[in-house]
């Protein structure tokens, strides 16, 4: 069991809301961005003397931005319905974590500064002077919001937190308190190319080897191309994906599928990252200029498609706003939507029989399915509301045996986050990451008790890395998270591929 | 004419121009500030009709806040619902002849008047009995529930304690109307819930009564599904395209 200096949730066969702990996460705040990693992305170095104007000024500008700011910010009226939905509070037991709770952090200023009511009767209605006070308690908790809308669904106006937590931290950038976890790695992606510093010839280098290692295993020659030109599709996967586990092993998964397809593919070195971290700090412009390198890598690359790999945020980016970030698509096949999920592209030769599979290669895992935040809360595969639930479960069961829901309540729409999305998958925020994801792993833990669950598979590279952090702090295996296409390249008969099954098939005939 | 019916006229014109002025003004910038991203919460329609049919079950049914809170639900909707009921008894104050609809509906906006306040009843015992609902609850959430249950309580005492003309009470509004103002009964009981509705219908553009237009300008809620097949694009956003 990993060692922590906070107490780790306990884990309960019922979910419980526990009763309120006022200040209990007042602590954890992620480190500041220094002024190197502030200014590429066009935000001021740090904190100036006249940060109040600078932040009440650009709030305005936000307000007349969103109309998702100015709806939700008027619009609450304190119902309580979200206030045990957030994974955050449930494992913290802080109200300043119960969705409410954080947006009247925003609120109270709001409501000084823009609102008749707080103008003149400020302590009737709750509104709030924009102190210094107040600015670090926006710093701490919205750096404990994963944006995974898990509230909006429960809101009866739609309220959605995530579009607070966004502008809030959108705010804190422009008058130069920043995050330096996401501000550094959205440098790092316009310097090089993707989120973990991964240069060209590295990829490469990981790529060739990946090649290696799969005809060594299957005798198949699977390529696993970058920056090949007029290749018909063009992969965006996390950069997670090119080394870390499980990670790869998607990947690996990824040219498998294609190879069979009988599909051109590439990577590409240029925009060699799917996730899009404009979008947790809700810049825009920076969301753009990220977007922006898929579109340049598509028409230098020539491709006709665009396939996004497993990645849970990167495909809200992708399905939700990559047509207005870097749209028209019009110079891409118009017979495939743009773009598309590797899961659906997958589903798709499933379902027209073109792909072999020998489930029994995963028999040694019973599986169960995360839906990861974002896919399932903002966004949508195939052709159908739901198919991001659907779709990925029916890959899972057309190369596995073993396969169990979790509780109805913690799935699919209603799913609760891995606790380390929304950009807070950094050692910073061990604590709140580790108690954020209690609601998962409880009831992880109910169906490997009840049904013998072994694994957990998911669609997202954030929520793999962090159960594999944080897993064993509730005394579980990091490696009990496995990829999706993990599943389908250990069960995927190649064309020509000499399998194991063929010698136990010889074998089994022998002692016969 | 009676100073207090001077008075009581002046202030429904000035309420009912501030409600009317007010909520213009908030829809006006609700409906031009430009939702720049699709962001309905999914699983959402994929269609115009879609959308249409997911906002009508969350207006009518409170569909989200089932999903998230029985308790809430049962208290919310039951109080919702009695007010619409008793705001359709009292049309019969404003129009002549009462028509048919109205005259059935009548007992009904009794009932509504007592499901009303028993509604609110249960949400404000919420604002005291459950700790993160407390935590929640600032001062201007209890003055709100106040303000309703005492409109709601005075209503009911008309009806079944000290009965009020209500002819008068419709020649003083139906007055209003067509700016010939006839005199007010001098009722206490009366007077008061004027006055509660009137302050109501003056608040409601400054406070949270505003998640009513509001909920119809979430985008959360009233965007299609269609990213992939539409280009979303708002105006300011064009701008950076060059």
Known sequence: ?512 | MSFLTVVYAILFYFAFAVLLAGLIRKIVQYARTPAPLKIPTTPAPTTEAGVALRLFREVVFFESLFKGNKWIWIFGWVFHFGLFLVTLRHLRYFIDPVWLPIQLVQPFGIYGGMAMVAGLAGLWARRFLVDRVRYITGPSDHLILALLILIGLSGLMMTFVVHVDVISVKLFFRGLMTFNISPLPADPLLLLHLLLVAALMIVFPFSKLLHAPGLFFSPTRNQVDNPREKRHIANWAKSLEQ
């Open chain 1, 1 to 512: 069991m990993a060692k922590a200096n906070f107490t780790v949730p306990e884990l309960k066969q019922y979910a419980e809301i526990p009763a309120i702990e006022p200040g209990a996460m007042a602590h954890s705040s992620p480190f500041v961005s220094k002024p190197e990693f502030q200014e590429p992305l066009g935000f001021p170095g740090e904190l100036a003397e006249d940060w109040q104007d600078h932040a009440i000024a650009k709030m305005g500008e936000m307000l007349g931005k969103y109309r998702s700011l100015r709806v939700y910010l008027d619009s609450c009226v304190k119902c309580g319905s979200c206030t045990d939905k957030c994974h955050y509070y449930i494992g913290t037991k802080d109200p300043k974590n119960m969705p409410v709770g954080r947006q009247d952090l925003m609120r109270k200023v709001y409501r000084r500064y823009f609102t008749l009511a707080g103008k003149y009767f400020p302590k009737l209605v709750g509104a709030e002077d924009f102190t210094r006070e107040v600015l670090d308690d926006w710093y701490s908790y919205f750096h404990q919001c994963s944006q995974c809308r898990r509230c909006s669904v429960f809101c009866p106006y739609g309220i959605d937190t995530a579009e607070i937590s966004m502008a809030a931290r959108e705010i804190m950038d422009g008058i130069g308190m920043g995050q330096k976890y996401c501000n550094e790695i959205i440098a790092k992606v316009y310097k090089i190319g993707n989120n973990l510093g991964l240069p060209g010839p590295a990829l490469l280098d990981t790529l060739e080897g990946l090649e290696e290692d799969v005809e060594d295993e299957t005798g198949v020659a699977v390529k696993y191309p970058v920056d090949q030109e007029g290749a018909e599709i063009l992969l965006v996967t996390p950069s997670a994906d090119f080394f870390a586990e499980p990670h790869v092993d998607g990947l690996i998964g990824y040219g498998k599928v294609f190879h069979e397809a009988g599909v051109s593919w590439t990577v590409s070195s240029y925009a060699s990252e799917a996730a899009n971290f404009g979008m947790f700090i809700g810049s825009y412009e920076n969301m753009r200029q990220i977007s922006q390198r898929i579109r340049k890598a598509a028409i230098d690359l020539k491709v006709k498609r665009i396939v996004f790999g497993e990645c849970g945020h990167a495909w809200r980016v992708a399905y939700s706003f990559l047509n207005t970030l870097a749209g028209p698509w019009d110079f891409l096949d118009p017979r495939y939507p743009v773009p598309q999920h590797i899961c659906e592209f997958t589903n798709e030769l499933i379902k027209e029989g073109k792909l072999k599979f020998d489930k029994s290669q995963n028999d040694d895992m019973v599986l169960t399915f995360h839906d990861s935040c974002n896919v399932a809360r903002a966004t949508r595969m195939g052709d159908r509301p739901g198919g991001q639930f659907e779709i990925p479960r029916a890959v899972i069961k057309a190369v596995c045996n073993n396969y169990f829901d979790m509780d109805e309540e913690t799935i699919r729409e209603r799913t609760f986050c891995c606790g380390g999305g929304g950009g807070l998958l950094t050692d910073d925020l061990m604590e709140i990451r580790v108690k954020g994801a209690k609601p998962r792993v409880e009831a992880l833990n109910n169906v490997m008790q009840e049904k013998g669950v072994t694994h957990l598979a998911a669609i997202c590279a954030i929520c793999k890395s962090q159960f594999s952090k944080v897993l064993p702090f509730y005394g579980m295996e990091m490696d009990q998270v496995v990829s999706v296409h993990q599943l389908v390249s250990n069960a995927i008969v190649l064309t020509g591929q000499e399998t194991e099954n063929d010698d136990e098939d010889e074998e089994a005939g022998d002692a016969a």
